[in-house]
Structures are given as structure tokens and as C-alpha cells.
């Protein structure tokens, strides 16, 4: 048997446990940066396979480079969820305070360093519990009220286990560096930034991300080895800030953050357009206001931007932070923003794509999307982990691995057929041994 299809054996007896392990993450699904259990458990699982590094708490993340974190006060109270929920006693402390995300290494001698990105967190959506909903009809829907696993990230960390698996025991045949990458916040594109400051891109030769994505029912294709186009963003919250007077007694004394509100709106919905490519903005929320007869003196807004490139992209940031500092100013009233989550814009590396392609079709039996390289929609922030490992001359790419779902991601009915973890198995380790055999 040659190690393709040692690798394929292992992947296919794995398959029960692969299932038990992903409706276990799904139960206890956790939002970004509150991943205390999942990431307790995966370091428990690394430390008792024998892998020679597991790196946790601010080993992973850069306390400092993480965006959108909550409160002390939400993190404290879900860390003592966490902990009540079964976590790993000896891994969940270095979580506290939301220093999520593990990272797993082994050294397999000389030879190119190959790492893999496994996003963790869940979103915040109300799972469905009516019983036409798998997961509420065989008990693994989310325990943790307003927390889903909605876009399959149970599913990613549970590969990522399988895989540092199946390359433990193979590990005699390997050589270079084999990284695995369990990140922390993918959602709101606010994790990735703080791994890639902490140095854990630096010098990584390969780099290969996956997300499951709903297959046609009519092909039998298990993956589209390359993505591109998915959108460089930028997230940010804004507060503004004025002076409450009398509406009616003294309204001349105020300085209205409704009016420096009304205005940025108007004009963000107004920024031309790019010859680079297309560009989005969106105000999300507003709050703003105290009372019908008090000028507004505080108010909060939640905006993105987006860009078919990095350029573009930036093109409306800059423009949106100039009107809203400046509607601020027309009205005497003051802007502060603060960046939330951010991404690049991403395209994979044929090279990589191809090495992709050609272990499936010939090593692994695993049949291949017609169309290898194919345009993501939304954002990701692996983009900038690729970017790093490409601007240092390595390869990176992002792989669809096709499963069928019972509803689109982000929905309350969200679920997949858990085929694609044994599959998604086979392919991680199937190219990692493919370049470093
Ligand atoms: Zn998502
Ligand atoms: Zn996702």
C-alpha cells in the first residue's frame, strides 16, 4: 500500500469519529474569540497525539493586532461557560480574555514548511429547533442560545484534527515543517491579522485553507482546488459625538450628532465608483439619540466597505473616513472609528492548484471540479495569511470542498453532509505529502 492510500484508509476509518467530533463542535458552538472549550479541546487532542509544538493562549494571536473583541465582561462570562461546558482544564486557562486559536507544528527534518488554516468560530444566529432540522432532530443543535455553527467551521476544525492525525502517522514519510493553523473570529474578518503579526506565516512555503461549499447534486466532484475575487473589506465602528441642549428652549446651544449622522450617510451611499473593479458600502446600524426633546448628543454607527481589490477597496475606506470626520465637523460634533475586521482581496497559485488537482485525480480517486479555479463571493481573511506566504514567494491557495446543504450558509437551517470531513482529510494530507515526500 503505497501512503496515498494509507492516507485514504485512515481518512475512511476516521469517518465515525470525524461525525462524533463535528456534532460536538456544532452542540457547543462558540462565536469569535469566545472559542474557550473548542480551542481547550483541540489542544488536548494535538498534546495527546504527540505533536512536538502546540502553541496556545498569546502564542497565537497577538493580543493587541485581534479586532472586534468583546467586553471583559462577555469574555468572563464566557469563559466560566466554557469551562462549565466541559473544557480542557489544563488548555482552557491560556483562553481567558479571548486569546483563542491554537497552533500545531511538527518538525519532520529539512525540507519546505506547509501550513494549513482551520477556522473555529461560529456566528451569531438562532439554530432552528423544529425537528425537520438534523441537528434538532438528533440532538447536536447548539446548546449555546444565539451561537450556530452556520457556516460549516465545526466542520473545518474537525478536519484540521483529522489531518494532524492521519500526518502523525505518516510523519517518517514527511519532510519540512508541517504547521496547522486553528484560527480564532474568521467571521467578521477579525482573526487572521493577529496570527499573521505574530510571525506564524513568516518563512511558511505552502499554505492551503479550505471552506465546504453546496454541491450540485448532479456532479460528483469533491472539490475546486483554487478560489479568487473574494473581497478586500474593511469593517468599522463609528461613534459621534455632540453636545445635548433643550430642543425647544435652547436647540441653538446643541450640537446634533443627527445631523452629522444624516449627512455621512447620505454621502458614504455616494462615493463614485472604481475603473479598478466593484466596490460595495453598507451602514449597517445606527443608534443614536436620548429623547424626542433633547438634541442627540451620542451616536453609533456599524459600516463596511468592500473592493474587488486590495486598491479599491482602500480607494473607499479613505473616502468614507474623510466624510464621516468631516460631516462630524459640519456639525460641531466629533467622529471617532475604530477598525472592526478587515481582508484582502485573494487569488490562489496555479502551481498549487494543479499539485491539488493532480493528487486527487490520480492518487486519491477524488474527482475534481471541472472549473479548478473558482470565484468566491463574499470575504475571507485567510487573504492574509496568503498574502503573506505569497509576498515571501510561496504558494497559497483556498479550496472549495463540495458537500451537499440543506440551507445557505449563515441560515438558521445550515448543515451539511459530513462525507466532505473524511474527503477534505484525504486531500490536506494527500498534497502535504505530495510536496514533502
Ligand atoms: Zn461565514
Ligand atoms: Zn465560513
Redesign the pocket.
Known sequence: MDIYEQITKMADEMSGDLTTQRRDFHKFAEKGWFEMRTSSIIARRLTDMGFDEVLVGDQVCKKEARMGVPSDEELEAQYERAVAQGADPEFVPFTKGGMTGVVGILHCGEGPTVAMRFDIDA?GVIEEKDASHRPANEGFGSVNEGFMH??G?DGHATIGLGVAKVLMSIRESLHGTVKLIFQPA??GVRGAKAIVENGHLDGVNYLIGSHVSDKDAADPAAVIPGSYGSLATSKYDVTFRGLSAHAGGSPELGKNVMLAVATSILNLYAIPRHSGGISRINVGTVAAGSGRNVIADEAHMEIEVRGETTEVNKFVEDYALSILENSAKMHGCTCETKLMGAAYSLASDEALINRIKTVCEEHLHLPVAKEINSKNG?SEDVSYMMRRVQEQGGQATFMRVLTKESAP??NRRFDFDEQVLPNAVKIFCGTVYDIMK
Do not use: N, Q, S, V
Open positions: 456566528l452556520a457556516c467551521h474568521e467571521e463574499g450558509g449563515h
